[in-house]
Each structure stands twice: as C-alpha cells, then as structure tokens.
C-alpha cells in the first residue's frame, strides 16, 4: 500500500500542513489553516484520521478545531470549556490529544476537558482541578498551562498530564482522582529542591513498550521512570544542558527518545554555541549521541519549543522539530542526517507526523 | 420584545462570520438587551456566543459592541430595529 506522510505544524499564525509521500524527501506546504488562529498543538485522532487542533484567537477564545478531509474544511468548538460563569477565564487549548474513543484538551490556566463525541462538546475533568495543591499552583513564564497529555496505551482510566511549573500528575481512576508524580525530579530554581509539586515538566512522553515507562524533558533536567511516574531518576548525564523543552520517543525502542538541549533558562534558550543538534539515546538515557549533520553548524541562535517535535512509526524512523524562527527540519534515519523542509514559516509551537495510508 | 416587531441587524465581522460558512455578515435576531440577541443569533449560528462572551458571562475583552453605534454591554436594551455592531478590537502587533 502506498503511504503518505503528513506533517502537522502549529503556529501562533495558523496551521500547516505539509504532504509528502514515504520517501520524506519532497514536501508540499498548505495553509496557513484554522483562518490564522495561533494553534499551539495538531494531532490526529488515531481511530478516525481526523486532525485535531487545540489554540485560541486573540479576539474569539480558546476553541478546538476538527478536519476530516486532512486540513481542506474545518469545524471549532469550545462548548463546555470553561470553568463556569465564577471561574478563571480560559486563554487557549494547549494540547488536543485522543485516545480510546475520547478526545481530551489541556489548557490555560491549566486544566483538563475531555470530549466523548468528537470534539463538539466538552466536560471538565474536575478531579485535577480539584487536587488539593491546585490553590499553590503558579504560572511559569510561559503561563500556567497543562501541555502534556499521555494517554496510558490500554488501559482507559489511566492518563499522566504535565503542567509548566507544577508537575506531573496521574490518574487511575478516569479523571476522578489524581497524584502527583515528581518523585526525584529536582525544582533547582526553588527553596526545596525536591519539593512534591512545583517541578517545571517541559515534555512528558510515554516510551515504546507502552504502559509504565516515562520520560520527561524538565526545567531542571532530563528523567525516566520505569513505574508510571512514582519515581524518576535523573538522565541529564552526557547531555550539554539540563535545559531544553521538546522529546519524542521512539515508536517501537522503548530505550530510544530524542532531546534538544538548549544553552540555559536563563541565558536565551537557544542551541548551545550556536550549534544546531539533536540528541538521541539508545539505552534509556545512559548514554547520549550528538547529531548536527546536516543541521547549522554556527551561528543558529534558535530555540524548539517543547511540542515542535515528532516522529513518524516508519522504519526507520523520521524525526522532525520546528524551530522559533520558523525552520522545519527532517530526518529518515532516525535523527543521524538532517534536511531543512521548510523555512520562512512562523515560528513554529508544534509538529506532529502522521502516516497516512 | 413585542411580538411582530423587526428583529435587530447584527453586523458581524468578516474575521467572525470566516469560523461559520454561510453565515452572512447581516443577520435578524431578536431581543430586548444584547444579552437576549446574542442568545437568539446562537440559536441561529450555533457555536457563535462562544466567540463572543467569555466567562461571567461577560462580552470577551476585545470584542466591542455597539447598539446604534454607541458601545453596549450585555444588559444595554436593543430597541427594534436596532443595528448592533459587533467589532473586533483592533488588537495585536505580533
């Protein structure tokens, strides 16, 4: 059967989608899509093929946007996301991720909503905001958002979400309940540097073998665990920066994810020395390989931002990031060469590759 | 509002009207405050009172709407016939 690739950008000036075929040499760019919202996240709902769009509009609010003919026509909706007539105002969908029939959108100020009938309507995952630490949580710089929503692979009552500058959180119970899952990530930038929540989860994603190893891209470092997130040991060992905001896993490895360290929190967030690389572990993050080639080798002052990362499930493995300055990269050997696909764009908020039958 | 008297003319932006295909940029509603025509235009364009109140309810804050070209809140009376503009603050810079 012949495949098709596509990739799926947001940007705070719409959406794009880039068509290519299995070779991931060639690509065509449509849009900007969603009429120039700023979509922070594009995904696909696994058991349709509808891509979804989590953003909100200056001027019109927070919305998720649906397409069932890849991207030509859309539909929106923010029916019941919303913390009540008494509650904070919501900003933007941060995240839109599906899984076992549901639909669910993270947001700021951070908070979950779920849909079960495609998007059209939502409900409030009132257990997270419920959470007892929920009065002590504070934005980070970029606002207080829950970006990171990892579905557990078959078990449909389990869900793992990150919030920037509170941490990670699990439920086993559907939403009901939830914990906090921070164990052995450090908060350096606080007054306790193993605090039970504050830590700032950059990216949280779910390894190949699918059920209870994580691995989270953080502020302070990067972390795996191999018991659902009850405890994390620290990875940062061999990398150039405990700092940086994307990963992505590998679809079949579980010891495989790529990272892209950036200078510092606090020193401009950009590719150290002004190198272009990504990194990449085979052994669960023991061990880290440096590829640049193909990548600026000086004087490339960019930032990637936590969801501007991607991989596809072909063999072998294509891994994609978008920078801030607009730059779409692309590599079918599994991060070892790179390839500039796209330039001029936006600057780029996620990425997100779809195989396409 | 009086049974049989003219509906208000919503003037909707071309940014608004873009999120809902067909939808045109004049359409009746009915209404005694702008609460009551938001409601009414809803009934018609589903979806579209999400756009433009936030929570409280209240009108989001870079929408402006004016009832006979003077700004409006959402308990300002619309009288029959009235037009009421609804005109995205001119926002933004990035």
């Not at chain 1, 000036?13 to 040499?25: E, M, N, P, T, Y």
């Not at chain 1, 692979?153 to 389990?158: E, F, L, Q």
């Not at chain 2, 295909?21 to 004049?26: I, K, L, M, T």
Request: negative net charge; aromatic residues 8%; charged residues 20%.
């Amino acid at each position: 059967m012949t495949q098709r690739m596509a990739l799926l950008v947001g940007t705070p000036k719409g959406a794009f989608v880039l068509d290519g075929d299995a070779d991931r040499h060639d690509w065509r760019l449509r849009g900007p899509l969603c009429q120039g919202w700023p979509i922070h996240d594009v995904s696909v709902e696994p058991d349709t093929g509808a891509l979804l769009a989590a953003g909100g509009s200056t001027w019109y609010g927070p919305a998720v946007w649906r397409s069932e003919d890849l991207g030509a026509t859309w539909t929106h909706s923010s029916e019941g996301i919303s913390y009540g007539d008494d509650g904070p105002k919501i900003t933007t969908a941060w995240n839109v991720t599906a899984a076992h029939g549901i639909i669910y959108a993270g947001v700021e100020p951070a908070g979950l909503f779920r849909s079960r009938d495609r998007g059209r309507t939502w409900e409030h995952v009132a257990g997270l905001t419920a959470h007892p630490t929920r009065p002590e949580w504070q934005p980070g710089n970029g606002g207080l958002i829950l970006h990171s929503i990892v579905p557990h692979r078959t078990d449909v009552d389990r869900l793992w979400v990150g919030i920037s500058a509170v941490g990670a959180f699990e439920t086993t119970d559907g939403g009901a309940t939830w914990e906090t899952r921070n164990k052995g990530v450090r908060a350096g930038f606080a007054p306790v540097e193993y605090p039970e929540f504050g830590q700032c989860v950059h990216k949280l994603v779910m390894a190949a073998d699918g059920g209870e190893h994580l691995y989270q891209q953080n502020h302070c470092g990067v972390y795996r665990s191999a018991d659902g997130g009850r405890q994390w040991e620290e990875i940062t060992n061999g990398l150039p920066s405990e700092f940086g905001f994307p990963m992505a896993a590998h679809p079949r490895d579980p010891g495989t994810v790529w990272t892209i360290p950036l200078n510092g929190a606090d020193r401009g967030r950009y590719m150290p020395d002004g190198s272009a690389a990504v990194w990449r572990t085979h052994d669960g993050g023991d061990t880290w390989i440096r590829s640049g080639k193909g990548l600026p080798r000086r004087d490339a002052y960019v930032g990637v931002l936590r969801e501007a990362m991607a991989v596809d499930r072909l063999d072998p493995v294509g891994v994609y990031f978008g920078t801030s300055t607009g730059q779409l990269y692309s590599s079918s050997d599994e991060g070892r060469t790179w390839s500039m696909i796209a330039d001029n764009l936006p600057p780029i908020w996620s990425v997100e590759a779809a195989v396409l039958a | 509002m009086t049974e049989g008297a003219a509906p208000a003319i919503v003037h909707l932006p071309r940014s608004l009207v873009a999120l809902f295909p067909g939808v045109e940029r004049r359409v009746p509603a009915e209404g005694a405050t702008v609460a009551e025509v938001i409601d009414d235009l809803d009934r018609q364009v589903p979806g579209i009172r999400n756009r433009l109140l936030d929570a409280g309810p209240s009108i989001r804050t870079h929408i402006n709407i004016y009832v006979a070209a003077e700004r409006a809140s959402l308990d300002t009376p619309v009288t029959p016939g009235a037009d009421v503009h609804v005109v995205p603050a001119v926002s933004g810079g990035r």
